[in-house]
């Protein structure tokens, strides 16, 4: 019997110890991982009939009123404006979003140049709506001038000179040759 299967049950009068059957001890609690959103189902068992993953809150989104957009379920905090800085390079997109602050592309909260920047991989596919297409976000989202295209992420692929880029046409995932293609960029905040 491991350690961890052994608790502690009370009624407020006396105690008493328990084991618990069939237990796997966990380290730390399991990241939470969101929904996909798809809504029809194609067969037995698919995403759609199991509805696996955390519900999505309502609303997802909240328009902060200064350039800014909060989503409520990962807390992270993206600019409002998805097209700021058109297509760039990998390199141009890293630079742009860390030069960002308040006065550029809308913004009006306050941030200086170093607090934002490119959203890692999972960070862009956290915003993916698998139910849609063109462009795969969750409906009424407050984002403008979002772009049904491809979207660079900070993720290196490989040590090959690419990176992952997130597709908002359809949610594919793919990556981009850093120094040769440009994909649309997009920027976020907080996190850990």
């Known amino acids: 019997m ?10 407020g009068v006396s105690t008493t110890q328990v084991v ?7 380290s730390a609690a399991p990241a939470p991982v969101p929904r996909t959103g ?11 009939a199991l509805q696996k993953g955390v519900a999505w809150p309502n609303p997802r989104f909240t328009d902060n009123n200064n350039g800014t957009v909060t989503d409520n379920l990962t807390g992270l905090i993206w600019l409002k404006n ?4 058109g ?8 630079s742009d979003v860390n030069g960002l602050n308040s006065g550029e592309c809308g913004l009006t909260d306050g941030t200086v140049a170093g607090d934002w920047r490119l959203p890692n991989r999972n960070e862009l596919t ?6 849609t297409v ?19 992420s900070s ?8 990176a992952w880029v997130v597709d908002f046409i359809g949610g594919m995932v793919g990556f981009g040759e850093n120094t040769i293609d440009d994909f649309f960029v997009t920027a976020v905040r907080g996190g850990s």
């Open 134 to 152: 063109n462009p795969a976000l969750p409906a009424g989202h407050p984002f403008t001038n979002f772009v049904a295209f491809w979207y660079w």
């Open 126 to 131: 956290s915003l993916l709506d698998l139910g």
């Open 20 to 26: 618990v059957l069939d237990c796997t001890p966990v």
């Open 155 to 162: 993720s290196t692929f490989d040590n090959t000179g690419s």
């Open 87 to 94: 297509r760039r390079t990998w390199a141009d997109a890293l």
């Open 2 to 11: 491991h350690a961890d299967c052994v608790g502690t049950l009370s009624d």
């Open 38 to 48: 798809q809504t029809t189902s194609h067969a037995a068992r698919d995403d759609v």
């Open 82 to 85: 998805a097209n700021c800085f």
